[in-house]
């Protein structure tokens, strides 16, 4: 998907973004926040903080940094914050997750929740993400992924057409992912209703990649 289609379908969303995908979404989102084992002090990137409805799972102390592309979800995000009271660890900014402008090595932990398949170059992301984390951080991911199930593959195949539309890839593959962006997955765990979704921890392993390996995915 294109930037520009990227933006309109989430300005579409943002007003009933927490309806949709509130409720739906929030035991993956809640699982992830668990697994990262968060400890007071350390620095967080969330790619594609939408809404916000991430932000109050976060342990006290810890500093969250949050991007997204849409102006119209991280307005959605401030209010929440300013309504909660917990917005003193937490930065918001418009930003394009696969240009960021944060210094290298800025982050103990990167999580990307429900992105990866609506991004237009999925491997400059997790490039991206590799680069703002630092050598010993670890990457995670919350995603849908093709499903193996025939049936349910073959819905979200007859509907890949209407990505732009809908604002993600409905038959992205986690093999491909994983492979196209050298992750080293080291965990993975069903999550969110029926485990239709997917976590995913990775080790940051920059500084092993091949220099050519990293040049091709930029």
Not at 103 to 110: E, G, P, T
Request: a neutral charge.
């Amino acid at each position: 998907m294109e930037l520009d289609a990227i933006k309109k379908a989430y300005r579409r969303y943002a007003r009933l973004y927490d309806l949709y995908f509130g409720a739906l979404f929030q035991p993956g989102r809640r699982a992830v926040i668990d697994r990262m084992h968060c400890r007071a002090g350390q620095r967080v990137l969330e790619v594609g903080v939408g809404t916000g409805l991430s932000l109050p799972l976060y342990p006290s102390g810890v500093h969250v940094t949050g991007i997204d592309i849409s102006p119209e979800m991280l307005q959605r995000a401030r209010v929440r914050l300013e309504r909660g009271g917990s917005h003193d660890d937490v930065d918001l900014h418009v930003m394009d997750a696969e240009r960021m402008s944060f210094a290298s090595d800025s982050f103990d932990k990167v999580v990307a929740m429900y992105v990866v398949s609506v991004v237009p170059h999925p491997q400059r992301l997790v490039d991206e993400m590799r680069r703002v984390c630092k050598p010993s951080g670890e990457i995670f991911i919350v995603n849908h992924f093709h499903s193996p199930n025939p049936i349910v593959g073959g819905v979200e195949s007859l509907l890949a057409p209407l990505s732009r539309l809908v604002g993600f890839h409905p038959d992205f593959c986690l093999d491909t992912f994983v492979r196209d962006t050298h992750l080293e997955v080291v965990d993975k765990q069903p999550v969110n209703l029926f485990g239709y979704w997917n976590l995913l921890r990775a080790l940051n392993n920059k500084e092993r990649l091949d220099p050519v390996v990293l040049d091709a995915t930029a």
